[in-house]
């Protein structure tokens, strides 16, 4: 178990807990870390509803409502397409609180734009709206897909 991470998530856990708030993850290119690492800590049951893995653009599309056209003209890895998918993630559960991600975690499939290790981090709230991150990772498949999992917990504001 990577102990950074559990100690991250059982203060995410309980600031949910303590709020009496739950939580949904929407996940691309983590493909369920972050809900991994959430529910390691024991007792997350009553406080994390559910995670989405929406690794195609067909899963963003039907189970968090992801439009094609946003896909379209933005592409997987957008600050537009993570929108969509920390809302519907919230839209899509009984959550008070929501993370999505979505990235190119490579080693192929960057561009010049978006090289690999771009990642787009959202987070959003019933009460407070969203924000969106967008960062550029350095290192190997599993680095960038790590260090997407801490800045999703360490960006969570529970209010």
Same mark, same amino acid.
């Given at each position: 178990?990577?102990?950074?991470?559990?100690?991250?998530?059982?203060?995410?856990?309980?600031?949910?807990?303590? %709020?009496?708030?739950?939580? /949904?993850? +929407?996940?691309?290119? &983590?493909?369920?870390? @972050?809900?991994?690492? #959430?529910?390691?800590?024991?007792?997350?049951?009553?406080?994390?509803?559910?995670?989405?893995?929406?690794?195609?653009?067909?899963?963003?599309?039907?189970?968090?409502?992801?439009?094609?056209?946003?896909? %379209?003209?933005?592409?997987? /890895?957008? +600050?537009?397409?993570? &929108?969509?998918?920390? @809302?519907?993630?919230? #839209?899509?559960?009984?959550?008070?609180?929501?993370?999505?991600?979505?990235?190119?975690?490579?080693?192929?499939?960057?561009?010049?734009?978006?090289?690999?290790?771009?990642?787009?981090?959202?987070?959003?709230?019933?009460?407070?709206?969203?924000?969106?991150?967008?960062?550029?990772?350095?290192?190997?498949?599993?680095?960038?897909?790590?260090?997407?999992?801490?800045?999703?917990?360490?960006?969570?504001?529970?209010?």
């Amino acid at each position: 178990m990577d102990h950074e991470l559990f100690i991250l998530a059982q203060v995410v856990g309980q600031a949910l807990q303590s %709020q009496q708030k739950s939580l /949904v993850t +929407a996940e691309s290119c &983590t493909g369920g870390w @972050i809900a991994q690492a #959430l529910t390691d800590v024991p007792g997350s049951s009553l406080w994390f509803d559910r995670g989405f893995v929406t690794y195609s653009n067909a899963a963003k599309i039907q189970m968090l409502g992801v439009k094609p056209e946003t896909l %379209q003209r933005f592409g997987a /890895v957008s +600050a537009q397409t993570v &929108t969509e998918m920390v @809302i519907g993630a919230l #839209l899509h559960s009984d959550a008070d609180v929501a993370i999505a991600v979505t990235g190119i975690a490579g080693p192929s499939g960057g561009t010049e734009e978006k090289p690999v290790g771009t990642v787009f981090i959202a987070w959003a709230s019933k009460v407070t709206g969203y924000k969106v991150l967008q960062q550029c990772f350095s290192g190997d498949r599993q680095d960038i897909r790590r260090q997407t999992v801490l800045m999703a917990l360490k960006g969570l504001t529970v209010d």
